[in-house]
């Protein structure tokens, strides 16, 4: 692996871009939850706005999912946007403290030991989870990593999109205040595709720091910036993927439930919580699709 004196390629240096990462996370969170709150924090969902009766009976968190087709101007959508206490959500730990430890699930005992979570805590059942799929095994095409660090995360992101790229970080925008986190919301215009030759979208896992569950896939997909507007008012500049090719994904994906669809037979897209990053290479221009507005 490269030093992290190399990684940051010519668009930021190193050191900027880290503390950029860093200034994000401290305002908008991590969706990993706090493990060292009660069962009720952890297991409880904010409090959340649902009027769409077609999905009463699904987990509200999951409304993230829907179609190429659906991805238009005026669609209406039941959506889950997650908000994050930032001062109760796990902090990035620099590289050298997070490699000291171990990463591994046959280790969990001795982590246990190590944050004072008893075994049958749900602590221990988040940290067992985390651990669980980040040491899984990627689906055919995928290369996957859990960083523990900036540093890893973004030395990651190098080696997938090039040692002497330049990149940016995507994430989703909350144009808005409000303690909303579910709610219908419609499509806005200047709907916005990024041109994203490689990409590397990284997600915040149940961690006592914060740990970065980091893929990328060789099938082809879609980056695009959406603006949505809710019910009552609330306006997100919404990342999203689109992935067009899921032949190669588990039956039992949330996004097949959600969607009542099967692998392979139509396209999945999702939204991206604002604590969610999305690394696609630093392109001269964003590339405008047919009745899509330009950035």
Known sequence: MHSARNMAGNSLPWILLLHFLVIMYSSNGIIGRELGMN????TSNDDHKHDDHHHHHMDPS??????????????????????RDPSTSPKPWPKQEADSLPFSLEKLPQL????????????????????????SK????????????????????????GIDSEFRALSTSHKTKSSVTFQNYTMLENIVEIE??????????????????CHSQRSENRVFKVPVEGENGDKVEAMVVCHLDTSEWSSSHPSFR???VNPGTSSVCHFFPADNLIFVPKLVQVQSQDGFSAM
């Open 39 to 42: 069962h009720e924090t952890i």
């Open 62 to 83: 999951l409304m993230v999912f829907f179609t190429m087709n659906d991805l238009k101007v005026g669609q209406r959508m039941p959506i889950y946007f997650p908000k």
């Open 112 to 135: 246990l030991e190590i944050f004072g979570f008893a075994s049958d805590s749900p602590q221990a059942k988040a940290m067992e989870d985390t651990l669980r799929e980040c040491e």
């Open 138 to 161: 990627a689906i055919k095409g995928e290369v996957k990593f859990c960083a523990t660090s900036l540093e890893s995360m973004l030395e990651f992101t190098q080696t997938i999109l």
């Open 196 to 213: 994203a030759p490689k990409m590397v979208a990284c997600h915040t896992m149940p961690y006592p720091y914060a740990v970065f569950y």
């Open 258 to 260: 959600v969607l009542g």
